[in-house]
T-cell receptor, first 111, second 117 residues
């Protein structure tokens, strides 16, 4: 089946830093979605990307749909403590309806 | 718009009993809903696709007799964990596919924490 490789698995942030995470796929995706999940909650959509090459922002978040349609990245600029959580990339593959999720990037605050 | 309500948010049950989890699309009709399972510190794993008016499609390795899915209306899908055992303890999340009028996409419920004792 389709696999989404998301990296890094975890990262520590210091307030004010920019952070970046990415996803790569073994197959072509029609849509790339980035979600954030808080503990004990379902994922909440942050950004949706629909076209190869598309670059979309949502506040301090910026995501891009790779030209090859097999990758995407998410940037968070000037991080703040409430950015802590788990971020997932997801997408339906070109021939499908079901969402496949990446393994997640756990964003933590530097001690 | 595009709200999905999942109930209950937490449930504790005894081994051998069955538990039903509901997933409702509150302000849109969803012909397709999905059920996921999530283990601690892991990603969401798709269990099955729930189709209104027809049988659910289960992912490989998911026991359909164990996890019964019913999607009897355009706004409600239910997941019943039958004869639950401690290894069924997990976080279960549903999502609903939005119609074209709501830009397609997927809205997730807030999840159900199941603990089997």
């Amino acid at each position: 089946g389709q696999q989404l490789n998301q990296s890094p698995q975890s990262m520590f942030i210091q307030e004010g830093e920019d952070v970046s995470m990415n996803c790569t796929s073994s197959s072509i995706f029609n849509t790339w979605l980035w979600y954030k999940q808080e503990p004990g909650e379902g994922p909440v959509l942050l950004i949706a990307l629909y076209k190869a090459g598309e670059l979309t922002s949502n506040g301090r978040l910026t995501a891009q749909f790779g030209i090859t349609r097999k990758d995407s990245f998410l940037n968070i600029s000037a991080s703040i403590p409430s950015d802590v959580g788990i971020y997932f990339c997801a997408g339906p593959p070109a021939a499908g309806n079901k969402l496949t999720f990446g393994g997640g990037t756990r964003v933590l605050v530097k001690p | 718009g595009a709200v999905v309500s999942q109930h209950p948010s937490r449930v504790i049950c005894k081994s051998g009993t069955s538990v039903k989890i509901e997933c409702r699309s509150l302000d849109f009709q969803a012909t397709t809903m999905f059920w996921y399972r999530q283990f601690p510190k892991k990603s969401l794993m798709l269990m099955a696709t729930s189709n209104e008016g027809s049988k659910a499609t289960y992912e490989q390795g998911v026991e359909k007799d164990k996890f019964l899915i019913n999607h009897a209306s355009l706004t409600l899908s239910t997941l019943t964990v039958t004869s639950a055992h401690p290894e069924d303890s997990s976080f279960y999340i549903c999502s609903a596919k939005r119609p074209p009028s709501l830009n397609y996409g997927y809205t997730f419920g807030s999840g159900t924490r199941l603990t089997v004792v």
